[in-house]
């Protein structure tokens, strides 16, 4: 038997049961997922493309990571009105505690003394994206901003996901790059690890509801 997260809107968000845990995980996701993009960037290995974009608003506006990217969110959900996205729970909050909790992090991890050092940050980093990215998606709270971007626009064009994605994901690189944020092999890496290690990750960390369909494996 296979058990298939089933996409909700966010009234059933809220109706659903299991919130005792749900929302608790939602938290713990999206503050894991801020503090892994400190060490990614601290590692200066190179970052997701959004990161870089963040970095590269940073540099050039003098205000602080977190900031960058919690007003980068914010523009990325004004996209969301042509292509008729409708935010949940989780949505919301990934606009507040992702770069809050970016910032908050950089007080506590200093930069790196050696290369050693950098590398560990970036393998660091890689996983607890890629780990809190799954928590905080398995809470079943809807997506993130750029997460409905990328859907959104998929249901709009008609085009395949990798298309829009890979499409997605080089514009807001070329930006960043353009703005001073740091590109590296570290950037093309996470474009290819992110989607495979997150689809694990849910594995165990999507919460499975009564309303999920049920299919059997044959």
Not at 42 to 71: C, D, I, K, P, Y
Not at 89 to 94: A, E, K, R
Not at 107 to 123: K, N
């Amino acid at each position: 038997m296979t058990t298939v997260a089933r996409r909700m809107t966010a009234i059933e968000q809220l109706r659903a049961e299991k919130k005792a845990r749900r929302f608790p995980q939602l938290l713990v996701g999206l503050i894991g997922y801020g503090t892994s993009l400190t060490f990614l960037i601290q590692s200066a290995l190179g970052a997701s493309s959004w990161s870089v974009l963040a970095e590269g608003m940073a540099r050039s506006t003098g205000m602080t990571f977190g900031w960058a990217t919690n007003l980068t969110a914010v523009a990325v959900l004004l996209f969301w009105i042509p292509l008729r996205e409708l935010p949940g729970i989780g949505t919301v909050l990934n606009v507040v505690l992702v770069g809050t909790s970016a910032d908050f992090a950089a007080l506590f991890v200093p930069p790196p003394g050696s290369l050693t050092q950098q590398v560990v940050y970036y393998a660091v980093g890689l996983l607890m994206l890629t780990f809190f990215d799954a928590v905080y998606l398995g809470a079943r709270f809807g997506s993130g901003p750029r997460d409905g971007l990328m859907t959104g626009a998929v249901r709009v064009t008609g085009k395949p996901v990798w298309m829009v994605r890979s499409a997605i994901e080089l514009v807001v690189l070329a930006i960043g790059w353009f703005l001073g944020g740091t590109a590296g092999f570290g950037t093309l890496l996470i474009a290819v690890s992110m989607g495979p290690l997150v689809q694990q990750f849910l594995r165990w960390t999507t919460v499975r509801l009564q309303s999920d369909v049920v299919s059997s494996a044959t």
